[in-house]
């Protein structure tokens, strides 16, 4: 394969920690994926959601994913029923305000969708 440095870097995105996020971002929903990992010898799954920022302004087209361990599972789900969904991937496309917060029992705040800015554009 042959790609040029300048195509390279062209090419490339930037992601960020959600750790290292403001505690409020705005940001499109792209990608969810089921996921595990071993943690202390035991295997445990986490939803991973990509999200693209659209604010705050400095981090405009930064994606970050943000994950959800099973113990936030029942929240989340509850609060995207609030709004009308009825499967985790109808929210790919969607904008939502992100905010971190303490959601079930989980040792750090997750930024945790409390509201909708938009729907996919068709």
Do not use: C
């Not at 960020?16 to 010898?41: F, H």
């Not at 939803?47 to 989340?76: C, D, F, M, N």
Request: charged share 30%.
């Amino acid at each position: 394969m042959s790609i040029s440095l300048d195509e390279l870097e062209e090419k490339g995105i930037e992601v960020r920690l959600a750790s290292d996020l403001p505690d409020r971002i705005v940001g499109t929903v792209e990608n969810i994926q089921l996921k595990s990992k071993v943690v202390m010898g035991k295997e445990r799954e986490y939803l991973a959601v990509s999200v693209r920022i659209t604010s705050p302004e400095e981090l405009k087209g930064t994606l970050t994913v943000i994950g959800y361990p099973k113990s936030t599972w029942k929240a989340l789900a509850k609060q995207l029923k609030s709004w009308g969904f009825k499967n985790l991937e109808d929210i790919i496309g969607y904008r939502f305000v992100f905010e971190r917060k303490p959601v079930g029992r989980v040792r750090y705040p997750r930024h945790f969708p409390v509201d909708i800015q938009a729907k996919p554009k068709k």
